[in-house]
């Protein structure tokens, strides 16, 4: 592993919650300014097919989570962008509705769920 992996691994393992790939690239070049994007993105992509992280597509673009940390499903506000989130647990009747239709199983934890906060609901009325 070089040098420059490493310092992103590094930069991965420190990070709570979502890792954003161009907040990570911000803060690593912030420590070493020679490391390009793309030395960034290839990394991230490797730790995912080791299974160390997990992508999640928000309405920001595309995160990483710590895999062990990716197991609930996203809320986004489409107006104001705050996220939420919904655990499993939560999911689990939304889930069997969709499998009730043709035995389809949805990954609820891949993309979010976009929609309205409560906060911009009650703005809009
Ligand atoms: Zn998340
Ligand atoms: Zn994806
Ligand atoms: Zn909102």
Not at 83 to 95: G, M, P, R, W
Not at 100 to 111: A, E, K, N, V, Y
Request: aromatic share 4%.
């Amino acid at each position: 592993m070089t040098p420059q992996r490493r310092a992103i691994v590094a930069e991965v393992m420190r990070t709570q919650g979502h890792i954003s790939p161009t907040a990570l690239a911000r803060r690593v070049q912030g420590d070493m300014p020679g490391v390009n994007a793309s030395t960034i993105y290839r990394t991230l992509a490797l730790l995912e097919e080791v299974g160390v992280l997990a992508h999640a597509h928000l309405e920001s673009g595309a995160e990483y989570h710590k895999a062990e940390e990716a197991g609930h499903v996203h809320l986004t506000c489409s107006n104001c962008g705050a996220e939420d989130d919904l655990s499993i647990e939560e999911a689990k009747a939304l889930v069997r509705v969709i499998e009730r239709h043709h035995g389809f199983q949805p990954d609820l934890t891949h993309f979010a769920i976009s929609g309205l906060c409560s906060d911009c609901l009650a703005a809009a009325s």
